[in-house]
């Protein structure tokens, strides 16, 4: 692909991510619009609606799944594991977005991995910060997981951001071993 090719791809997806965190709807209008590029250069990359949202979650997910090494290079254990669940977080309220239809069909089109999430990126933050003996030993990367399953069932409120960062901030309370009795 050529790189102004490439960069219009990225622009689209990263617009199309804006359209529906914002829940402005639109559609594919409203992404050309974001990312300043002609209907028909987004219909050249993504024939239709459900493949650019497709393509959102497949960009998402890579980028959550490969987080993990990145995030602990830059940042102490345990706030490299809050920056990854606040991304989670930001990934559930986008999904949570979308409409009944479109999640049937990422369910639908990505078949069971749809329903498996990829936990390597949190296992490898997790264990890095019980390691470093700022979380407790007793938890699972998968028990994590279950834990901030609200953060994508959360109603689509004005307040939604701050509860979700409120409640994420205790359920890491939760896990995290005080200072002082490390």
Same mark, same amino acid.
Do not use: C
């Given at each position: 692909?050529? +790189? @102004?090719?490439?960069?219009?791809?990225?622009?689209?997806?990263? /617009?199309?991510? &804006?359209v *529906?965190?914002?829940?402005? %709807?639109?559609?594919m209008?409203?992404?050309?619009?974001?990312a300043g590029?002609?209907?028909?250069?987004?219909?050249?990359?993504?024939?239709?609606?459900q493949?650019?949202?497709?393509?959102?979650?497949?960009?998402?997910m890579d980028?959550?799944?490969?987080?993990?090494?990145?995030?602990?290079?830059?940042?102490?254990?345990?706030?490299?594991?809050?920056?990854?669940?606040?991304?989670? +977080? @930001?990934?559930?309220?986008?999904?949570?977005?979308?409409?009944? /239809?479109?999640? &049937?069909? *990422?369910?639908?089109?990505l %078949?069971?991995?749809?329903?498996?999430?990829?936990?390597?990126?949190?296992?490898?933050?997790?264990?890095?910060?019980?390691d470093?003996?700022a979380?407790?030993?007793?938890?699972?990367a998968e028990?994590l997981f279950?834990?901030?399953?609200f953060?994508?069932?959360?109603?689509?409120?004005?307040d939604?951001q701050?509860r979700g960062?409120?409640?994420?901030e205790?359920?890491?309370?939760?896990?995290?071993?005080?200072?002082d009795?490390s």
């Amino acid at each position: 692909m050529r +790189a @102004d090719a490439a960069a219009n791809r990225t622009r689209i997806v990263d /617009a199309a991510r &804006a359209v *529906l965190d914002a829940d402005e %709807g639109g559609g594919m209008a409203a992404v050309a619009r974001r990312a300043g590029v002609g209907q028909g250069t987004i219909y050249r990359h993504f024939p239709t609606w459900q493949d650019l949202v497709l393509e959102v979650h497949r960009v998402d997910m890579d980028e959550l799944a490969t987080a993990g090494e990145d995030l602990l290079g830059s940042h102490p254990p345990f706030e490299a594991l809050r920056i990854w669940l606040q991304r989670l +977080a @930001d990934y559930g309220r986008l999904k949570n977005g979308l409409s009944e /239809a479109m999640s &049937a069909l *990422l369910h639908q089109s990505l %078949g069971p991995s749809a329903q498996v999430a990829d936990l390597s990126a949190l296992r490898l933050l997790l264990t890095a910060a019980q390691d470093a003996g700022a979380v407790r030993t007793d938890i699972t990367a998968e028990d994590l997981f279950v834990l901030v399953g609200f953060l994508w069932r959360l109603e689509p409120t004005p307040d939604r951001q701050q509860r979700g960062e409120r409640l994420l901030e205790v359920v890491l309370a939760g896990i995290q071993i005080p200072a002082d009795r490390s």
